[in-house]
């Protein structure tokens, strides 16, 4: 059993995705039986013998358990034109009973069954594929400390069986606890193999991280005045007792795991999702937060992690996407868009924050990543908001552009706007942030201010 | 240099036959039809199909509104009947001509209101919702009317259909009245603005503060409106109502709007391209007329003339990001 480590971008699922030859390789090799293979696509890795449980459930969820498992390879149990129920019920009854010893009734719809025992049916499917090898990729994110170790004992099973397992992870105690090896890699380079026995937690933290901060980000003046947010006890579905405060002027860092809670915690504050139970006070005042609408109306700003689904509008124009937001402040009484002062005040923002178009009439589609971004945060500034909440403001962006974010951010915050940035990239929080909060399981585990601040401390906060 | 420049016109030159490529097919169909039948160039066969569209027209411009703001409402054709049904029975009774064109806009606005009330309240799809409201529509149609036709209507409502002002019919001027409104409405107005980008990307809508809610309850309401609009001028045109007055107008609706270049899935809108988009499926059925072809077989040549629009949509669309990718490369 070998793990496989690294932190959130770091090239494990994409590597993992070549050896299945659901991408291409450029180069390299790929030796397997000790014979050189190349998969042209999955299907072709499966019948060699490895096969993937990827990291987002691929079951078909309005099929029975026995259906999904057999899904595409029925051949066996047709009996004439018709799949023979019985076969197949008994077929899987072996296996989840008598193999793996998984408590499943081959019946069971898939939609009525936990997220836990949908990765038991992902395995069991692996595994019935007779595969000699097994990729597994965070099977343990979505699940809770009872489940996984009923999925652990199941892959030591496996293991002692002969079936190679190889698994991506981001917690380094569990991989601690159940793997021969770890690898770990980092910005798409091999960083170097342990083994479990002989390694520690704080070495492979530094292995992991070990990155050195460059000098892409701006020296910022902090320019720090009253509190302008705070939230007391914020409760969501995944997220408890959450309670931080921001002040003017500041750029307040949430570090973390992807899939922590920060983007939830987020967009509870914003409106776009449903608080269960808290408090957000703006300027000392309590205020009602139910849709962004009332969040925008308190001078609140928000780039959401997810540019395509939640940013940009596809069908319009860079113009029409910038000033969408703020458009009350270009309209007359009766509801008419000046149009004049709407493409001023938009060219006018272009400047300031150079995005680079030929013209702000181009749909915004036509402009790369980074551009988009920035057309994004312009639309907000826009608004004049007291306050930007910026989700991972620079993630699938060049580098060139990541520097102009920084500075854009840092100019607004010695101009006294409040600034949020939450962002998986540990590095990027160090350099730009004041302050810093480490969000780990929904719940704020950590608080420190920049001269605090390493690697290793958030690292270690943000693994648990 | 001179490279860049000749791809960057090609593209712009694309762009525009893309967007007005319902005009371009009209000028090539009234081109062939008039060649082959000198009927087609007489003043009455142009004044008859003008008249013609009127009525779908009106109705498709609400229904370009819904399509752009990535919405969908098939209850229109029906409640267009039910609406000039009730209107008819109310005028048959005497009742006052202002009134009773009141209740015809309040009505469809209404129904409207139902469709985004409904939609929204159970958070489900217009598609089904609108949908099954068109058939309880159809229902109230057949009780209302039981199946008999409304008519002895009174002049003032006749006048709705074929009468006419400064010798230019009177349902022309309304339906070149709403497309105007229309294209303000869209185009102008931060209302607008707000529709199309509820079209364009709901959820980022959403997020930039933009009331995502009220906007739906506006544009089917709106929606609605042009719907008691259409159904005035039709149950005046013909002076009666019958129950199937308005089925299967939706269908006509969705395929001069996606033809006049507003794509279903929203985030744009192209007013004038609907008049278009509503001439060119009115002269296909009158040429084919013209030239005597069987009216079942006109059905079957709109089809095909939809299919093509679209497909020519899509390959124009695939051919443009071509070219613009060549571009930044």
């Known amino acids: ?464 | 240099m001179t490279r860049t420049k000749r791809k960057l016109d090609s593209e712009n030159v694309l762009k525009l036959l893309m967007d007005n490529k319902a005009i371009i097919i009209l000028l090539i169909l009234v081109a062939v039809v008039s060649s082959l039948t000198g009927d087609f160039f007489t003043s009455r066969n142009l004044t008859n199909i003008m008249r013609q569209i009127c009525t779908s027209c009106t109705l498709a411009l609400g229904f370009t509104l819904v399509l752009s703001a990535g919405m969908i409402d098939l209850s229109v054709g029906y409640m267009l009947g039910m609406i000039g049904i009730v209107t008819a029975m109310m005028s048959v009774n005497g009742v006052n001509g202002v009134i009773v064109v009141i209740t015809a806009l309040v009505l469809g606005g209404f129904c409207g209101f139902i469709n985004a009330f409904v939609t929204s309240l159970f958070d489900l799809a217009p598609f089904i919702v609108t949908l099954a409201m068109g058939m309880v529509y159809q229902g109230i149609n057949l009780l209302l009317c039981n199946s008999k036709s409304i008519s002895g209507l009174p002049k003032w409502y006749v006048f709705f259909g074929t009468g006419k002002i400064l010798g230019i019919p009177f349902p022309v001027i309304v339906m070149v009245t709403v497309v105007i409104i229309m294209m303000i409405v869209v185009g102008k107005t931060k209302f607008g603005r707000y529709a199309l980008a509820c079209g364009g990307n709901v959820k980022a809508a959403r997020v930039c503060g933009i009331p995502t809610q009220k906007i739906m309850y506006t544009v089917y309401i709106i929606t609605g409106v042009c719907v008691g609009l259409a159904a005035l001028l039709l149950t005046g045109r013909t002076a009666s109502a019958q129950t199937g007055a308005g089925a299967g107008m939706e269908m006509d609706a969705v395929a001069a709007v996606v033809i006049g270049g507003t794509p279903m899935g929203g985030g744009k809108a192209n007013v004038f391209g609907t008049l278009i988009g509503c001439l060119l499926i009115q002269v296909i059925s009158n040429s084919l007329n013209l030239l005597g072809v069987d009216s079942n077989w006109q059905k079957i040549a709109k089809g095909l003339v939809i299919i093509a629009a679209i497909i020519l949509d899509k390959q124009g669309e695939k051919l443009l990001n071509k070219i613009r990718v060549h571009k930044v490369q």
């Open chain 1, 1 to 464: 059993m070998h793990a496989v480590i690294g932190e959130n971008g770091a090239g494990k699922s994409t590597l993992m995705n070549i050896i299945l030859g659901d991408l291409p390789m450029d180069e390299g090799e790929l030796i397997f039986k000790g014979e050189k293979v190349n998969f042209k696509s999955p299907a072709d890795a499966i019948a060699a013998g490895i096969s993937m449980i990827h990291q987002e459930i691929t079951l078909v969820p309005t099929l029975t358990v026995a259906e999904n498992i057999w899904l595409h390879r029925e051949n066996q149990f047709m009996s004439g034109f018709m799949i023979s129920d019985k076969k197949r019920n008994q077929e899987t009854r072996k296996l989840l009973h008598d193999k793996l010893k998984i408590d499943l009734h081959p019946d069971e719809l898939v939609s009525a069954l936990t997220v836990a025992q949908c990765q038991l049916v992902e395995l069991a499917r692996a595994v019935s594929c007779n595969s000699d090898v097994i990729i597994m990729d965070e099977p343990t994110s979505s699940l809770a400390d009872k489940e996984v170790d009923i999925l652990f004992n199941i892959i030591k099973k496996l293991r002692d069986k002969n079936v190679a397992i190889l698994f991506i992870t981001h917690k380094i105690e569990e991989l601690l606890s159940i793997s021969d090896r770890v690898s770990v890699y980092r910005d798409g380079n091999y960083i170097g193999t342990r083994d479990c026995k002989d390694t520690s937690h704080a070495e492979l933290i530094n292995m992991i991280i070990g990155r050195e901060l460059t000098d892409q980000y701006p020296k910022i003046e902090y320019n720090i005045r009253d509190t302008i947010l705070e939230i007391k006890n914020l409760n969501g579905k995944t997220y408890k007792n959450v309670s931080f405060k921001v002040k003017k002027g500041e750029i307040v860092g949430f570090s973390g795991l992807v899939g922590a809670g920060r983007s939830e915690i987020m967009r509870g504050i914003f409106g776009i999702d449903k608080i269960e139970s808290g408090e957000i006070e703006v300027e000392g005042k309590a205020v009602q937060v139910h849709s962004p609408q009332d969040a925008v109306a308190l001078g609140m700003a928000m780039v959401t992690e997810d540019r395509r689904d939640f940013g940009i509008i596809k069908t319009a124009s860079v113009k029409d996407n910038m000033s969408i937001a703020a458009l009350r402040n270009f309209c007359s009484k009766s509801g008419f868009v000046k149009k004049g002062e709407e493409k001023k005040a938009v060219d006018e923002m272009i400047d300031e924050i150079s995005v680079k178009v030929a013209n702000a009439n181009m749909l915004i589609t036509s402009l790369s990543g980074g551009n988009q971004q920035k057309a994004i945060i312009g639309r907000w500034l826009m608004t004049s908001p007291k306050l930007l909440i910026l989700d991972e403001p620079t993630r699938g962006i060049d580098v060139g552009a990541k520097s102009e974010i920084y500075s854009i951010i840092g100019e607004l915050a010695k101009q006294g706007m409040a600034i949020i940035v939450v962002s998986s990239e540990m590095s990027e929080i160090l350099g730009i942030c004041n302050r810093i909060y480490v969000v780990r399981n929904g719940e704020i585990v950590f608080e420190c201010k920049k001269e605090e601040a390493n690697q290793t401390l958030l690292g270690t906060h943000a693994l648990g």
